[in-house]
């Protein structure tokens, strides 16, 4: 059974940082690209970046570029989004997603609130 798990959302200050965990399980993880998504209240799901599946290849949305940074360990079958310089327009809940054999995973998403 596939399993996506964030974590390491919360409340930060304009300009803060916070670094996002996506733990996996249930698939061989290191064959497949992971992305990261959000969704702002009364806003639909945007994709923020994606990771391919040994960490050589990455993209961002225009609006995180320069500011975010994704990365992967394959040993602990794990994604990470690290965010510098938050702004408001950031606050979102952000989802991890892999699509396998053509059927898209999600996980139950972590909050991320950037507030002062």
């Known amino acids: 059974q596939v399993q996506l798990v964030e974590s390491g ?3 930060v200050q ?19 690209a992971v992305n990261w998504y959000r969704q702002a209240p009364g806003k639909e799901r945007e ?20 500011r975010f940074t994704i990365s992967r360990d ?3 079958s794990t994604v ?4 510098n310089r938050l702004k408001p327009e950031d606050t979102a ?6 699509v396998i054999m053509f059927r898209g ?11 002062s």
């Open 47 to 66: 994709w923020v970046a994606t990771i391919t599946s040994t960490g050589g290849g990455k993209s961002y949305a225009d609006s995180v570029k320069g």
């Open 105 to 115: 995973n999600w996980g139950q998403g972590t909050q991320v609130t950037v507030s």
């Open 14 to 32: 304009p300009g803060g940082s916070l670094r996002l965990s996506c733990a996996a399980s249930g698939f061989a993880f290191s064959s497949y």
């Open 74 to 76: 394959n040993a602990k």
């Open 93 to 98: 809940v952000y989802y991890c997603n892999a």
């Open 9 to 11: 959302g919360g409340l």
């Open 80 to 83: 990470y989004l690290q965010m």
